[in-house]
């Protein structure tokens, strides 16, 4: 079978990145996406340094690694989650859906939902989501947002033109 599309998966993790705490959720991610078929292109565990994420992010659009980048981890109140900033420095188009519908959807499930900050937009031909750290926010809203990803996909990078 035809491979979907090319996924990057990102874990932002300070314990994670120092081996004090297995990662599950970009696990799960990667997982979820081979299930359908995905090529995961690469899977990294970085800590909630800016300038790390960044360097991360960039290498994968830039070098036009992954047409979709799946983060996780570091969209919270807490001092260290700087995902979003991280984020919104790298990107050069803004795709608000992913991450507005994460919320008001994941508000049904908790009322915590409404506390995660990430965002999602466009580098180059790379679509970069920001998911929460704990594995039921990624699962959910996996199973929210993925119905559109493969035509978002096609269309970013120009397999499909047809918008209607």
Not at 136 to 142: A, I, P
Request: glycine share 10%.
């Amino acid at each position: 079978m035809k491979k979907i599309s090319k996924v990057a998966v990102i874990v932002v993790s300070d314990k994670g990145y120092r081996g004090e705490r297995e990662d599950r959720s970009g696990k799960y991610i990667i997982s979820f996406f081979k299930e359908r078929n995905w090529d995961i292109t690469d899977y990294s565990i970085v800590p909630d340094e800016k300038d790390m994420i960044k360097e991360k992010l960039l290498d994968i659009c830039d070098g036009e690694k992954s047409n979709l980048i799946i983060t996780t981890g570091g969209t919270g109140f807490s001092p260290r989650d700087v995902t979003p900033e991280a984020t919104k420095e790298v990107l050069e188009r803004d795709v608000p859906g992913f991450s507005e519908i994460i919320r008001i959807e994941g508000q049904k499930k908790t009322s915590r939902a409404i506390l995660s900050r990430g965002v999602s937009g466009i580098r180059k031909k790379t679509l970069i989501i920001n998911l929460p750290g704990s594995i039921k926010g990624v699962k959910d809203s996996l199973d929210i947002i993925y119905k559109p990803l493969p035509h978002g996909i096609d269309i970013l990078t120009e397999k499909d033109t047809d918008c209607g």
